[in-house]
C-alpha cells in the first residue's frame, strides 16, 4: 500500500505561482508512476501532469504546457507540482496519484490516490 499526502494548496492571485507536493509512505514511490490530476466543480477529473518512475519521461495537458513543472525527488518519497502563471480556470482541487508501470492520463488507471489540496485563483 501507498499512502499519499498532498500539500501546498490555497488562495492565489492570477499571474501567482503554487507549489504543491506529495509525501507518500508505505512503500518507496522509486517504481511508480505519479501523476497530478485536477477537478473543478462540475468537471471531470482531468490529468494536468504525470511522470515515469525516474522522472524522464513526463505529460503535461495542453492547458498547462509551459507553466506547469513535475517534479520527483524518489530519496525523499515526494513528487511536485510547480504552477506558475496562475489563472482562475486553474481553480480545483489537485490530487496526488501512483500506479505500478508507465504513467497513464486516465484516472481509473491508478490505485493509489491522496485526499487532495484545493487551489484557489482570485482575478
Known amino acids: 500500500q501507498v499512502q499519499l499526502v498532498e500539500s501546498g494548496g490555497g488562495l492565489v492571485q492570477a499571474g501567482g505561482s503554487l507549489r504543491l507536493s506529495c509525501a507518500a509512505s508505505g512503500r518507496t514511490i522509486g517504481s511508480y508512476a505519479l501523476a497530478w490530476f485536477r477537478q473543478a466543480p462540475g468537471k471531470e477529473r482531468e490529468c494536468v501532469s504525470a511522470s515515469n518512475w525516474s522522472g524522464s519521461s513526463t505529460y503535461y495537458a495542453e492547458s498547462v504546457k509551459g507553466r506547469f513543472t513535475i517534479s520527483r525527488d524518489n530519496a525523499k518519497n515526494t513528487v511536485y507540482l510547480q504552477m506558475n502563471s496562475l489563472n482562475a480556470e486553474d481553480t480545483a482541487v489537485y490530487y496526488c496519484?501512483?500506479?505500478?508501470?508507465?504513467?497513464?492520463?486516465?484516472?481509473?488507471?491508478?490505485?493509489?490516490w491522496g485526499q487532495g489540496t484545493q487551489v484557489t485563483v482570485s482575478l
Open positions: 496519484a501512483a500506479r505500478g508501470g508507465f504513467y497513464r492520463t486516465i484516472s481509473d488507471e491508478y490505485d493509489y
